[in-house]
């Protein structure tokens, strides 16, 4: 019960802050503002049972609305949308992503160049590369095409799905020229190497659709499953399998805590292993793992 009043007054800030201009720095500037008088009042009715539980809800009703409120509504590079072809470079901020017959780049804009002037910007955008294209993590980009508003189609939001991620801009099918290599974080490259290396060892030792299966499983690439694969989960209801979930992790510290104890590693030392290894695991997924990855099949 004690957990409802702090979800109840969670959820309530943030739907009050979703339907009143979120986004904008009055609004955070006036949610920044209740905080401290929420958790105020919180000190003032620490010795009253009957207010205590009340009050721990208001205070997490103006958290939500805070969190909410903080929220971006646009992008700086979204005014160019539908105005026409353009230029947009920026640096390639995640794992380029295939979906059928394309790439998808997360690029982090730097400049915009329309009819021959360039002025800077900043703000993501979903580029529709060709699938063959030779993009990679930490490249920046020259892209050029149509910049667009995400669509919004009867019964699903691209716009409010994108938007989750930060991304009020797509380019589809866009020209893209890299312009520079290597610049993107040491540690994210080398965590995308291991995650290559991992699913090409994979790769080389099982058969598909074995191989693609324990690439999505393992590494949550899911680009090696088939569509019949991929039905046939959803077929029995175990799609969950293929997603990166707890369950995963539990299968892999398991296996390696298993491989442990037949080489007679006392109990305690591979309990040990298993949870530094769970503890990789999450950050490696966290950090090559993106919203991009995640994108349903849909035309930009």
């Known amino acids: ?6 979800a109840l007054g969670w959820a309530a800030g943030i739907v009050l802050a979703a339907n009143n201009d979120s986004g904008s720095a009055l609004i955070s500037a ?10 105020l009042a919180n000190w003032l009715a620490r010795d009253d049972p009957a207010l205590r539980w009340p009050m721990i809800a208001l205070a997490a009703f103006t958290l939500g609305g805070l969190r909410m409120s903080l929220v971006p509504v646009t992008s700086d590079v979204a005014r160019f949308n539908n105005l026409g072809g353009l230029t947009v470079t920026g640096l390639v901020i995640a794992e380029p992503t ?4 394309r790439k998808l780049l997360r690029v982090e804009a730097e400049t915009v160049t329309r009819a021959g002037q360039t002025v800077a910007t900043s703000g993501l955008v979903l580029v529709e590369s060709p699938l063959q294209s030779d993009v990679r993590y930490g490249d920046r980009v020259a892209a050029t095409g149509d910049l667009v508003t995400p669509a919004v189609f009867d019964t699903f939001s691209y716009a409010d799905y994108l938007a989750r991620g930060g991304v009020f801009s797509v380019m589809p099918g866009a020209a893209v020229e890299v312009l520079a290599s290597g610049l993107g974080s040491p540690l994210y490259a080398s965590l995308l190497a291991l995650k290559a290396d991992a699913a090409r060892a994979i790769g080389a030792n099982l058969p598909e659709p074995q191989a693609g299966l324990l690439t999505g499983i393992l590494l949550g690439d899911e680009s090696g499953i088939g569509p019949e694969l991929r039905d046939a989960f959803a077929a029995v209801g175990a799609s969950h399998v293929i997603a990166i979930s707890g369950f995963n992790m539990a299968v892999l510290s398991g296996v390696i805590q298993g491989l442990l104890r037949r080489a007679r590693v006392p109990r305690g030392w591979a309990a040990a292993a298993g949870i530094a290894l769970i503890a990789v695991y999450t950050v490696c997924l966290l950090y090559t793992s993106d919203a991009a990855d995640d994108l349903p099949c849909v035309d930009l």
Do not use: H, K, S
């Open 1 to 6: 019960m004690r957990l409802i009043y702090v």
């Open 98 to 101: 295939a979906r059928g017959d």
């Open 30 to 39: 006036l949610w920044f503002g209740l905080v401290p008088l929420a958790l």
